[in-house]
């Protein structure tokens, strides 16, 4: 089942079991549909998420597009919504530009349509649901929809966050505290490929439920282990890839010297080294 049918029945648990009083869900835009903004602004629960900006209308992007980015590196405004029991709330929109981002999504731009032209010239197969061709009758190809470019242009470099955290201070949820927030989901992710690749959480063969249950406990453990381990070695600059690759040639064996027997312990390198030294210390 899709995440984002899953998510209400999980926030009400989480709140259940651990009654958090100041809980700020923090997802991607794919997560945070209107109808689980709606569900978390019912239950008077707080969230920051990824805002579509091209799916917005020309009348909110209008004054985003006037801003000037290079004097004030973000943009914060606040929307009134009609929420579903008819309440009308407030629903903040913060806008950061990022000249790294904006390069970024020139040279994806560019590139697109570069490759887009090469198949028209060659007369390639095309896959006709590309946003930048333009289709005349019966679906044939007339050629590249320049307008359609540069309407996107404006949005280079743009990245929005929608929220109902109130700016409550001068030292609290400002748009930079609130954008830092979102960029921490990068943790969230390597952790879903952690599970994923390294422990080969999925498939689950299992079919009873305190067999999935138990599967996925043991995942979660391991992944708590692969966390900390990391966390410890951090000042070490020595990756957890590393780590087991130097830690798995270690070991103990038996030589065999003729009629003679004797066991031997592997000699530990100088990472070796630094890395039992780092985890015995703490």
Not at 157 to 180: C, E, R, V
Not at 235 to 249: A, F, N, R
Request: hydrophobic share 35%; with cysteine; proline share 2%.
């Amino acid at each position: 089942m899709f995440e984002g049918h899953t998510f209400p029945l999980a926030i009400k648990a989480l709140v259940t079991k651990y009654q958090f009083k100041d809980l700020v869900v923090v997802a991607d835009a794919g997560m945070l549909s209107e109808k689980n903004i709606n569900f978390l602004e019912t239950e008077n629960l707080n969230y920051i998420v990824g805002a579509r900006l091209k799916g917005l209308s020309e009348k909110i992007k209008k004054p985003i597009f006037l801003h000037n980015f290079t004097q004030i590196p973000f943009f914060d405004t606040t929307y009134k919504i009609k929420i579903e029991s008819g309440e009308i709330r407030n629903k903040r929109l913060i806008i950061d530009y990022s000249q790294i981002r904006a390069k970024k999504d020139n040279h994806n731009r560019e590139k697109l349509i570069k490759k887009l032209e090469e198949k028209i010239n060659s007369r390639k197969p095309l896959v006709k649901k590309s946003k930048y061709l333009i289709l005349e009758n019966q679906g044939t190809i007339a050629g590249i929809d320049t307008k359609k470019a540069e309407l996107d242009k404006r949005h280079d470099g743009l990245k929005g966050y929608w929220t109902n955290l109130k700016l409550k201070s001068k030292n609290k949820n400002k748009p930079l505290q609130i954008i830092d927030q979102y960029h921490n989901l990068w943790k969230v992710e390597k952790a879903f490929r952690m599970s994923k690749s390294d422990l080969q959480e999925r498939p689950i063969f299992h079919r009873k439920l305190e067999r999935i249950r138990g599967h996925l406990l043991i995942c979660f453990c391991s992944l708590l282990v692969m966390k900390e381990t990391e966390r410890i070695l951090a000042p070490t600059e020595i990756s957890l890839v590393k780590t087991i690759q130097i830690l798995g040639k270690i070991g103990q064996g038996e030589v065999i010297l003729g009629k003679l027997k004797t066991t031997i312990d592997s000699e530990l390198g100088d990472e070796a080294k630094t890395i039992y030294r780092q985890i015995l210390g703490h």
